[in-house]
């Protein structure tokens, strides 16, 4: 009587071996698309918690962005509006140029950065020498009653020092709020 092998692991078989099988040169060569980038700690855009995110580059371009879990506030995971980061900076349809309307106009007119820019000044200039206040009732005032600063939550104390300084003792500015909690 001939005893059969009750074992369930298959015998080796020279067919079966890996270096035997009919794969693609490029499903041998697959690897990690992150494998060789250049790895840049960051901090999500979004909200005022902070959490860290790595940003991946090769090439000078972005090609990934994950979680930190380095990061003691987020350890690696992201919000769904964390995790879409890379999505917001490698979108096809991301407008990256200057669009213009004009007042009363039905169309956007593609404009240089650097016509926004001298725009953004000169229309800040003008606001404030409308509402620019130097002497009320004899006391001196030097400020301006018709703007304001509000800034974002993600900045941080040495940007909010700096925006104090350019609207409060450049330009004049009271109300300065931020969402800093950092």
């Known amino acids: 009587m001939s005893m059969k092998s009750t074992s369930s692991v298959p015998p080796r078989d020279s067919e079966r071996a890996t270096e035997n099988q009919p794969f693609s040169p490029n499903s041998v ?24 995110q790595m940003i991946y580059v090769k090439g000078g371009k972005i090609i990934d962005i994950a979680g930190n879990p ?12 964390g995790a879409n980061t890379f999505q917001l900076n ?7 140029h200057v669009l213009y309307r004009a007042p009363f106009s039905t169309y956007w007119e593609r404009r240089s950065l650097d016509w926004a820019m001298d725009r953004i000044a000169h229309l ?15 006391h001196l005032l030097n400020h301006v009653t018709n703007m304001m600063s509000l800034g974002g939550a993600t900045m941080d104390n040495e940007e909010n020092y700096l925006i104090k300084k350019l609207f409060n003792g450049g330009l004049g500015v009271v109300p300065i709020e931020n969402q800093a909690r950092i």
């Open 90 to 96: 490698v979108n096809p349809h991301r407008i990256t």
């Open 70 to 81: 380095e990061s003691p506030i987020n350890a690696g995971t992201l919000c769904p509006k």
């Open 124 to 138: 800040t200039m003008e606001a404030r020498e409308e509402g620019f206040v130097e002497n009320r009732d004899g």
């Open 29 to 52: 060569n697959k690897t990690s698309r992150i494998k060789g980038a250049t790895e840049v700690p960051s901090v999500c855009p979004y909200c005022a918690v902070g959490c860290g």
